[in-house]
């Protein structure tokens, strides 16, 4: 007889994007003559860089003749593509980290949720709330929780991230042995200070333990004091993964490309307390389960670098910036006290009431779409999260609509 995973049962629900997007979808079939602004789900909308797009055709073109066609590529991705990433976003920075460190892949959620089955189902986990749930649900999945009882999963470690500690979890008081964190952060636009991050891979060196950083959103940090990378920081290289996305850098949500580093230094240990170099067990995995990114994405992806794709890409992220700039302004206007924005796509709203009527009211009454905070995790209730990614145009007209349906 054929048997399921039974930790799929413990899950809540349907995933929260997909969730969000069959209430809209509800919504619009009742009033299909309401015009939706959609700044729930972090979905960019402006073009590709023209950078990219004629790297892209020029890649394409190249797969139309038998001498310059590619099949399989390398499951670690191009050389070409590797070396300006780390050339760009590390070593520029200080950062010591190898092209052979990274893995291409087709997206940070995959990878961020792939990642945990190099890892032994009986570690404890700590995990943030709110918390971008992939990393949750996916331990979830694999058996790493128990059930899921007074509003969250037995057995997780939850590092609380409130309005009190300005949104940055306290370390954990007792030992665990896995760490997600995420800066800026998803879903509260919290940054982390180079001190707060070295005291992480402080406890993270002392507890032989693991950080997994999602810095998939380091491209909209404005203060230049914040670190972009956790390899900035000194020790990291032995206790950090770190996963990377050129989704909100460069506008590739539907195009996908992303990279995880993954240090050679990088080690946990086996039941004797032998260490194992993670490096090689993610190319094992990696290797076997992928087969790398399409050529013509990478040197999509690639152009990034480019000079041109540089400051096109840059000129994306201001204009999203901007959008959050506006965003704020007029939240806190309306008397809402708002966290993130400044160095983050997300404005993380406080919303006097509870977040799901929240979303409610502003999708009914404004036909604007925003995420829920409860749907990121229990200390998520009573907020809301605007993303920036629209056009100012539809970010203005949410802005009206919402103070018209608020007053
Ligand atoms: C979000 O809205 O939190 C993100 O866009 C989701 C994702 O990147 O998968």
Request: proline share 4%; with cysteine.
């Amino acid at each position: 007889m054929i048997r399921i995973n039974e930790n799929y049962l413990k899950l809540q629900s349907s995933y929260l994007f997909s969730n969000i997007a069959q209430r809209v979808s509800a919504f619009q079939e009742n009033h299909p003559e309401r015009k939706i602004i959609k700044l729930g789900i972090g979905d960019v909308t402006r073009a590709l860089p023209s950078a990219c797009i004629h790297a892209f055709h020029t890649a394409v073109d190249e797969m139309a003749e038998d001498h310059s066609f590619r099949g399989y590529g390398p499951e670690q991705g191009y050389a070409c593509l590797r070396e300006k990433i780390a050339e760009n976003d590390f070593r520029a920075r200080g950062a010591d980290v190898s092209p052979q460190e990274i893995f291409v892949s087709d997206g940070a959620k995959c990878d961020t949720g792939n990642i945990q089955e190099l890892f032994a189902t009986d570690i404890r986990i700590a995990i943030p709330d709110p918390v971008y749930p992939v990393y949750l649900d996916t331990n979830v999945m694999a058996g790493r929780t128990g059930l899921f009882e007074k509003d969250r999963y037995q057995g997780v470690v939850y590092l609380d991230c409130t309005k009190e500690n300005e949104f940055i979890p306290e370390l954990p008081k007792n030992s665990v042995d896995l760490i997600y964190l995420c800066f800026p952060n998803n879903p509260t636009g919290a940054v982390a200070t180079r001190d707060i991050l070295k005291s992480w891979v402080d406890y993270a060196t002392e507890n032989h333990a693991l950080i997994l950083y999602d810095a998939a959103y380091e491209a909209f940090v404005r203060d230049e004091t914040i670190p972009r990378s956790i390899y900035e920081i000194d020790g990291a290289r032995e206790v950090a993964i770190e996963f990377r996305s050129f989704s909100k850098t460069a506008g590739f949500t539907g195009t996908r490309c992303a990279y995880t580093v993954v240090p050679k230094t990088c080690i946990a240990y086996d039941g004797l307390g032998k260490k194992h170099f993670l490096h090689a067990m993610w190319n094992r995995r990696h290797s076997t389960k992928f087969n790398g990114v399409s050529y013509p994405v990478q040197k999509a992806a690639e152009a990034v670098y480019s000079e041109e794709g540089r400051i096109q890409a840059r000129a994306l992220i201001d204009y999203y910036m901007k959008n959050a700039a506006l965003i704020r302004k007029e939240m806190a206007g309306l008397g809402y006290t708002c966290a993130g924005g400044d160095n983050s796509p997300y404005i993380w709203i406080e919303g006097k009431m509870d977040s799901w009527g929240f979303f409610d009211l502003l999708l009914n009454k404004a036909g604007v779409v925003c995420t829920p905070g409860a749907g990121f995790g229990q200390c998520g209730e009573g907020f809301i999260r605007i993303s920036a990614f629209n056009s100012y145009e539809n970010v203005k007209e949410a802005m009206v609509r919402i103070k018209e349906a608020l007053y």
